[in-house]
């Protein structure tokens, strides 16, 4: 595709229950970030993934949020037993080549946990 | 670890008016910086990226700086219009596994 692409665009949930999101990056962008940005807040790393390497996974919050990348493609993050805290903007970016090229982020999915 | 600063947090301009947004980095070792304008419930837009070993680029009205020794940058945006309206955010990555954003400077043109 043209862009990074995401889906859903928004997504409401009940507490407990799990969800996954969606990231198709830009076709041959060998590195996948995902960010998480709450109300007012900046930019929250998560996870980051690149080539076939082990995904650095520094940033996910709780064992409960889990990433992966499947044939160096699409890249599905799954959150567990959602809390309220879970409730934010989750993007996704991808680039050529990592720390050299533009990263382009995609429109995100907006995740309201009730 | 890489902190990213951008001053003013907040700016208001009168249409037409030329402006300069600020951003500061701690560790001058860095591959580049990219600039990001991010419009409301929106995602990401890419403006600029400049490369640690250019001073400036340039896109239309646009224009980055860069100065690596003393850790900043700025965007200078030229005869501003309602349409620049939008929240604008500096990025620069470490090794490449993330990006350091800056808090960002929301900006309003006033028509």
């Known amino acids: 595709g043209a862009g990074v692409s995401q889906s859903p665009s928004n997504k409401v949930t009940e507490k407990g229950k799990d969800v996954e999101l969606r990231c198709d990056p830009i076709?041959?962008?060998?590195?996948l970030y995902w960010y998480r940005q709450s109300l007012g807040q900046g930019l929250e790393f998560l996870i980051y993934f690149q080539g076939n390497s082990a995904p650095d996974k520094s940033g996910l919050p709780s064992d409960r949020f889990s990433a992966e990348r499947t044939g160096g493609s699409v890249s599905t993050l799954t959150i567990q037993r959602t809390q309220q805290e879970d409730s934010a903007v989750y993007l996704c970016a991808s680039s050529l080549r990592p720390g050299v090229t533009e990263a382009f982020f995609g429109q995100g999915t907006r995740l309201t946990v009730v | 670890k890489q902190e990213v600063t951008q001053i003013p947090a907040a700016l208001s301009v009168p249409e037409g008016e030329n402006l300069v947004l600020n951003c500061s980095f701690t560790d001058s070792a860095i591959y580049n910086l990219q600039w990001f304008r991010q419009d409301p419930g929106k995602g990401l837009t890419s403006l600029l990226l400049i490369q640690s070993s250019q001073r400036e680029q340039t896109s239309g009205r646009l224009n980055a700086s860069l100065d690596k020794s003393s850790g900043r940058s700025t965007l200078y945006i030229a005869a501003s219009q309602p349409g620049d309206s939008a929240t604008y955010l500096c990025?620069?990555?470490?090794?490449?596994?993330?990006?350091?954003f800056g808090t960002g400077t929301s900006l309003t043109v006033i028509p």
């Open positions: 076709s041959g962008h060998t590195a």
């Open positions: 990025a620069v990555p470490n090794t490449g596994n993330q990006f350091y």
